[in-house]
T-cell receptor
Framework: DAGITQSPRYKITETGRQVTLMCHQT?????MFWYRQDLGHGLRLIYY???????DKGEVPDGYVVSRSKTENFPLTLESATRSQTSVYFCASEGTGREKLFFGSGTQLSVL | GQQLNQSPQSMFIQEGEDVSMNCTSSSIFNTWLWYKQDPGEGPVLLIALYKAGELTSNGRLTAQFGITRKDSFLNISASIPSDVGIYFCAGTEGAQKLVFGQGTRLTINP
């Protein structure tokens, strides 16, 4: 089915470990985004990508790395996870302009 | 950076009541959007507004883009149990970088 899927849905890791969250969309949308959701902060943009091989920082990029070798995939990597990165992470893609984002179901990440 | 203030942070209402929530911005936006998030899911777009003064409805939902371009409101009429969730406003100047409000958590007593 067409849509945007994230994996895994839940992840528990330890401080210092590398973690990669996956995002895949089947619409061929150009723009893709990673947000984190924390109580009291709403949704904050981590990184976004305008097209394959084009990425840019959002509001809270520190500690994260992204890549976009293919239009449909936009993985987010925490190179050395910290407890402050415990959060719910949402991937989104944008339709034909006009800022309408379509979100995945999220990945709940706990860093112990 | 851009700041969005969304209020109220939470609402507890009786089924059948009307609901009103709003967002204000410290800067001018070209687009306002309203999203709803159900538990364990990502936000889903409810209404998009693109012109100052624009009033748009989607079923029992009505949203308006403020004339000053610094605010927007969302009304829900005759609330039902499935309206429960978190509602987010979002705005942008148009650079594919939405700024989200902190959310309004709606709880409905049957």
């Amino acid at each position: 089915d067409a849509g945007i899927t994230q994996s895994p849905r839940y992840k528990i890791t330890e401080t210092g470990r590398q973690v990669t969250l996956m995002c895949h969309q089947t619409w061929s949308h150009s723009y893709m985004f990673w947000y984190r959701q924390d109580l009291g902060h709403g949704l904050r943009l981590i990184y976004y990508s305008a097209a394959a091989d084009i990425t840019d920082k959002g509001e809270v990029p520190d500690g994260y790395v992204v890549s976009r070798s293919k239009t449909e995939n936009f993985p987010l990597t925490l190179e050395s996870a910290t407890r402050s990165q415990t959060s719910v992470y949402f991937c989104a893609s944008e339709g034909t302009g006009r800022e309408k984002l379509f979100f995945g179901s999220g990945t709940q990440l706990s860093v112990l | 950076g851009q700041q969005l203030n969304q209020s109220p942070q939470s609402m507890f209402i009786q089924e059948g009541e009307d609901v009103s929530m709003n967002c204000t911005s410290s800067s001018i936006f070209n687009t306002w959007l309203w999203y709803k998030q159900d538990p364990g899911e990502g936000p889903v777009l409810l209404i998009a507004l693109y012109k100052a003064g624009e009033l748009t409805s989607n079923g029992r939902l009505t949203a308006q883009f403020g004339i000053t371009r610094k605010d927007s409101f969302l009304n829900i009429s005759a609330s039902i149990p499935s309206d429960v969730g978190i509602y987010f406003c979002a705005g942008t100047e148009g650079a594919q970088k939405l700024v989200f409000g902190q959310g309004t958590r709606l709880t409905i007593n049957p």
